[in-house]
């Protein structure tokens, strides 16, 4: 039986998070590349886009953690644990979090992602459009840049692919042009 399929049959053809029946699919849970049950639920699409961000978070449609945290599959109780830090402002996600209990391999993995990290303290990438960058995105630049300490200019237009994030300063990216690694500033750039 494939991994779709035993999330399908376990499920019972219901999105494991809300219970929805629309737009069912499998999920892997980051930072996992690998199919496999234990890595895998079964979401919906309005699950899904919120899960990646794809669509504003609403707090109302997540309600049903309340029950699918209690889930018997690890996956599940992972993805409940990290979509409720994301709501934990709005006061009753905190307090199904203060009723959960994670093993401690299974926290040590849904603490992976950063959701239960404050926004203010979280270093995140934007390029000029407000657009979040990640590691090994391509960006293009938006205007020529002088490279310091050399006479080389990066012009406008030049793709930069497989960028590094300054984790010290949300300003800066690096990237390669023309084989020499450089220092980007966020607000020039445009992923592309
Ligand atoms: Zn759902």
Redesign the pocket.
């Known amino acids: 039986m494939s991994v779709l399929q035993t999330l399908q049959e376990r499920s019972n053809n219901t ?1 494991e ?2 219970a ?1 029946t629309n737009g069912l699919k499998q999920y892997t849970i980051p930072p996992s590349l690998n199919e496999n049950v234990a890595n895998d639920v079964l ?2 699409n ?2 899904l886009d919120q899960i990646e961000s794809k669509t504003d978070m609403d707090p109302n449609h997540w309600r049903s953690l309340n029950d699918s945290m209690w889930s018997e599959h690890v996956a599940v109780q992972i993805m409940a644990w990290r979509m409720l830090q994301r709501l934990r402002n709005e006061g009753w996600p905190q307090d199904l979090l203060d009723m959960m209990y994670l093993d401690d391999d299974a926290l040590a993995l849904a603490r992976a992602t950063g959701e239960h990290e404050d926004e203010a303290n979280k270093i995140i990438h934007r390029d000029a459009n407000g657009v979040i960058l990640e590691s090994g995105d391509s960006v293009v630049l938006i205007k020529d840049l002088k490279v310091k300490g050399s006479s080389m200019v990066a012009k406008q237009g030049t793709a930069v692919r497989n960028i590094r994030l300054d984790h010290e300063n949300a300003e800066y990216i690096e990237g390669k042009v023309d084989g020499q690694q450089i220092v980007i500033i966020t607000q020039y750039v445009k992923k592309s």
């Open positions: 999105c998070l809300c929805s979401v919906c309005t699950c």
